[in-house]
C-alpha cells in the first residue's frame, strides 16, 4: 500500500496532492439513517480532489443508496465527529459573502409572511450571512453553531446570541416561530430526530425552511460524476425531494413551498409548516 498514492491520483494543483495516507477510526454505516432500512453501494468517490477535505474522515466514500425510503447516505464518518466539527474551523466561511445578500432577502421576505410571531433560530450559521439578514428584516435571531470559531466571530459581529452547541443534544429554554437550517441536515447523523426537535421547538404554526443538496437536481442530473456534492467528506446525507418531504411529513409538517437554490448548484430550498 502506498501511502502517497494521492501524489499520483490528485492533481498537483489541488490542495491535497502531497496527503499522506493514514488510518482514521470511522463509524461503519450499512443501514439507512431515515428508516433503518439496508443500503446498496452506490457510488465511490476520491475525496481528496476536493480543497475542504477534512484529514480527519478517511479518503474514499462509498455512498450507499437506501431503496426503502429513495436516499442516499455515506458509509463512513469518524466516531468522534463531534470532536472533529468543534476542532476545526470551514475555510469558506471565514468572511460573509455579501453577494447572498439579496438572495438571503428574498427568502427572508416569504419567511416573515408566514411566520406567526419574530423569533428566528438559526441552526449552523456560518459565516452569518442569513442571520443578518434576518435581522433586517425584524426578527429576533437566535444562532446555533457547532464549530467556535464561526460562532464567536457571528456572534461578535452581529451582536446576538450564538450557542455553540451540538443541535440534536442541547435543550433549548426557547420556543421560536421560524427555524433556518441551510445546508446543515446533510451533515448530520440523525437527521430524522433533528427533525423531530425542530417540531419540539416551533411554536404552533412555526416555519421550517430547510436548504440541502438533492441527489435528483436538475444540476445534478446534468453533471452526474462532476457534481461536487458528491465530494463532501462532510455531508452524511444525500437526499432527494421524496426522502426529505417524506421525513417532514411524518413528523408534523406541511410542505408549503419548493425551489432550486440560488445559493449553492444542486440544492433544493423547502418551506414547511408545524401542523401538529
Partial sequence: RD????????????????????????RDIRQCPLCGGGGEERWA????????????????????????CHHIFANNYPENLDEVLT????????????????FIGQIMSDLRTRAPGDRLLEVGIGAGEMSAVAKEYGFHVTGLEIRPVHAEMVSGMLGIEVLCENFNSYEFPLRFDVVCMGDVLEHTEDPVTAIRKVNSLLNDRGVLWISTPNFESAFSLIMKDADPMKRVCEHLNYFSRQSLERILHENGFEITGYRVSAHYNGSMEITSVKVR
Fill in 45 to 68: 468517490f476520491n475525496m481528496l480532489t476536493n480543497d475542504d477535505y477534512n484529514v480527519k474522515f478517511h479518503p474514499v466514500r462509498m455512498w450507499m443508496y437506501c431503496p426503502a
Fill in 87 to 102: 476542532g476545526s474551523a470551514n475555510e469558506q466561511y471565514e468572511s460573509p459573502r455579501v453577494n447572498l445578500l439579496p
Fill in 3 to 26: 501511502p502517497y498514492l494521492a501524489r499520483r491520483i490528485v492533481p498537483s494543483d489541488r490542495k491535497h496532492n502531497g496527503y499522506r495516507y493514514r488510518d482514521v477510526e470511522q
